[in-house]
């Protein structure tokens, strides 16, 4: 059973840099997609970035694109998110997610292909 527990977060002023972490355990991941999402309040879960974990193939979600950018540490089984230059609007929910069938797939941004998620960690930006 795939297990992933998110780190980092909480509360931030506006245009601060955060640091997200994503540690995985219970598999070997190699063919695995792993990913960040977020909700926030009354809005639906959003795509924010993925990366393969053998290859480490990104791709990001419009609202992740230039100020946000994911990373993986196989040392580490971990997963980072890095938020940068964060506004009120990024105040959400972030969760780590991962897609064993990911290698198979050529787009990585629905949340139904993912079937392991994290419990979440909370972002709330201050303006």
């Known amino acids: 059973q795939v297990l992933l527990v998110e780190h980092g977060g909480g509360l931030v002023q506006a245009g601060a840099t955060v640091t997200l972490s994503c540690v995985a355990s219970?598999?070997?991941?190699?063919?695995?997609?792993m990913a960040w999402f977020r909700q926030g309040p009354g809005l639906e879960r959003e795509f924010l970035a993925s990366?393969?974990?053998?290859?480490?193939?990104?791709q990001y979600g419009d609202a992740a694109k230039g100020r946000f950018f994911i990373s993986r540490d196989i040392s580490k089984n971990t997963v980072t998110l890095l938020l940068s230059d964060l506004k009120p609007e990024d105040t959400a929910v972030y969760y780590c997610?991962?897609?064993?069938?990911?290698?198979?797939?050529?787009?990585?941004?629905?949340?139904?292909?993912?079937?392991?998620w994290g419990q979440g960690t909370q972002v709330t930006v201050s303006s």
């Open positions: 219970g598999r070997t991941f190699t063919s695995y997609t």
């Open positions: 997610a991962a897609d064993s069938g990911g290698s198979k797939r050529y787009r990585h941004a629905n949340p139904a292909d993912y079937d392991a």
């Open positions: 990366i393969g974990w053998r290859d480490q193939s990104t």
